[in-house]
């Protein structure tokens, strides 16, 4: 619940990501992160007989991660999704979190992620006219995050 305090909203300036603690780029947008109920409705009775609707919480699902940067020579990305291409889910699945940092590269903002996956990597659109950075995508798929700083 809010607590009434007036601070000043987070301003980003870039986004690392780790694994098992080690990180593994850094990442100009990232998006997705949160969670979702489905929503379950049951008529009951109100109190003076009526039929009324209640609404409870259903199925929990985490939403997937969306990481966006400007393509390196690094191929380490695309080693851990030939690993789920392969077969190999098990060897894929790692911890680890999301960071956001300021313009003075003071972390300002941590979520801790379980069993993540990637499902899909897409490379750069190739355009040799394009003056602008060549731009990979990464979505991973997660079993849950915390939101811990």
Known sequence: ???????????????????QGVIAGAFQEVSGMGSSNDVVEYQASGPKGQ?????????????????????TDSVDLWKWRKTVEEGKIDDARKNGSVVMYD???????RWNFVNAWPSKLTGPTA???????????LEIVVEGYERVK
Request: glycine share 6%; net charge neutral.
């Open 1 to 19: 619940m809010p607590n009434g305090s007036n601070k000043d909203p987070l301003v980003s300036a870039y986004f690392t990501v780790e694994f």
């Open 51 to 71: 039929y009324i609707i209640k609404k409870i919480p259903g199925h929990l699902t985490w939403n997937n991660i969306t990481l966006k940067r400007g393509i």
């Open 103 to 109: 313009q003075n590269g003071h972390e300002v903002a």
């Open 127 to 137: 355009d040799a006219k394009s003056k602008e950075v060549a731009i990979e995508e």
